[in-house]
């Protein structure tokens, strides 16, 4: 089975600070996100990474960037933290071996900036 | 641009019964992947279903079914025979066939409660 971990299921922060979430993934997958999950809202995608230093934005980008230096790790940084970055983050990776593969997601970590 | 809608917040559904779950998308791609994801409670989200849009056949996977309606841009979820542990959000998400493009958009989400 496909396992994708996620660092830190809960996280409280302080607002200003430089948070990273880390997500790292077995399957020797190509394609990493990651989303924002919002009650009302669903999933959006903050940034996703096709393969190893390739990145692009998603629908939701400000106030994160990413890092992917390696295959199975793909991190989600807050630069300054902010309140209104308090959110459940989901880190979901894919092989992309046609268009029905479907997303693996991690546990999520629940972010709490103060 | 794609758009994925769950018009339905909240359902609730009595153990052994059957509940529907309703989505609908806006494309105006001709072939595309749609998908049905769980999100118990505290759990990880796991695939429940996949359709490809090509395929006038509907999708099955033990108690779930989908039925899908290209036409009318439809694709429900049914669980026949609820289980307790069906209980969770769940998530339809619409995929592109375009190559290049990895990106799915997902809607807001069904929170599906069990009633024993």
């Known amino acids: 089975d496909v396992k994708v971990t996620q660092s830190s299921r809960y996280l409280v922060k302080r607002t200003g600070e430089k948070v990273f979430l880390e997500c790292v993934q077995d399957?020797?997958?190509?394609?990493m996100f990651w989303y924002r999950q919002d009650p009302g809202l669903g999933l959006r995608l903050i940034y996703f990474s096709y393969d190893v230093k390739m990145k692009e934005k998603g629908d939701i980008p400000e106030g994160y960037s990413v890092s992917r230096e390696k295959k199975e790790r793909f991190s989600l940084i807050l630069e300054s933290a902010s309140t209104n970055q308090t959110s459940m983050y989901l880190c979901?990776?894919?092989?992309?071996?046609?268009?029905?593969?479907?997303?693996?997601f991690g546990d999520g970590t629940r972010l709490s900036i103060l | 641009a794609q758009t994925v809608t769950q018009s339905q917040p909240e359902m609730s559904v009595q153990e052994a019964e059957t509940v529907t779950l309703s989505c609908t998308y806006d494309?105006?791609?001709?072939?595309?992947?749609l998908f049905w994801y769980k999100q118990p409670p505290s759990r990880q989200m796991i695939l429940v279903i996949r359709q490809e849009a090509y395929k006038q056949q509907n999708a099955t996977e033990n108690r779930f079914s989908v039925n899908f309606q290209k036409a009318a841009k439809s694709f429900s979820l049914k669980i026949s025979d609820s289980q307790l542990g069906d209980a969770a959000m769940y998530f339809c998400a619409y995929r592109t066939t375009t190559s290049g493009t990895y990106k799915y958009i997902f809607g807001t989400g069904t929170r599906l409660k069990v009633l024993a």
């Open positions: 979901a990776s894919r092989k992309p071996l046609g268009s029905n593969q479907p997303q693996h």
């Open positions: 399957m020797d997958h190509e394609n």
């Open positions: 494309t105006s791609e001709s072939d595309y992947y």
